[in-house]
């Protein structure tokens, strides 16, 4: 069982910058990919950005594409999303996940609040 836990939300002005971890616990962790997702107020749950685990390889939101950049550390087992030129927009619960396989998310954290003043 993966366990994922989330830090490094927090209230930033407009135009400012957060980088957010997220820890991976478990006997063998060795994902597929790893990914972020956010739900603001009143909204559905979104899809942020996720990289392939062994690769590297990235995905971005068009909402985010050129602001937000996902990495990771395997050392660590841990990957951060760093958001940089945050808008009121951005503001919203933001949750990390992992997968075993292609398109099937099935671990998540508890999420962390990211909020953007104007």
């Known amino acids: 069982q993966v366990q994922l836990v989330e830090s490094g939300g927090g ?6 910058s957060l980088r957010l971890s997220c820890s991976a ?6 994902p597929y990919a790893m990914g972020w997702f956010r739900r603001a107020p009143g909204k559905e749950r979104e899809f942020v ?24 550390d395997n050392a660590k087992n841990t990957v951060y999303l760093q958001m940089n030129s ?12 992992s997968s075993k396989v292609p398109a099937s998310w099935d671990s998540w954290g508890q999420g962390t609040q990211v909020t953007v003043s104007s």
């Open 86 to 97: 945050l808008k009121s927009d951005d503001t919203a619960v933001y949750y990390c996940a």
């Open 11 to 16: 209230l930033v002005q407009a135009g400012g």
């Open 49 to 72: 950005a996720r990289i392939i685990w062994n690769r590297s390889t990235t995905f971005y939101a068009d909402s985010v594409k050129g602001r937000f950049t996902i990495s990771r």
């Open 25 to 30: 616990s478990g006997r063998t962790f060795s």
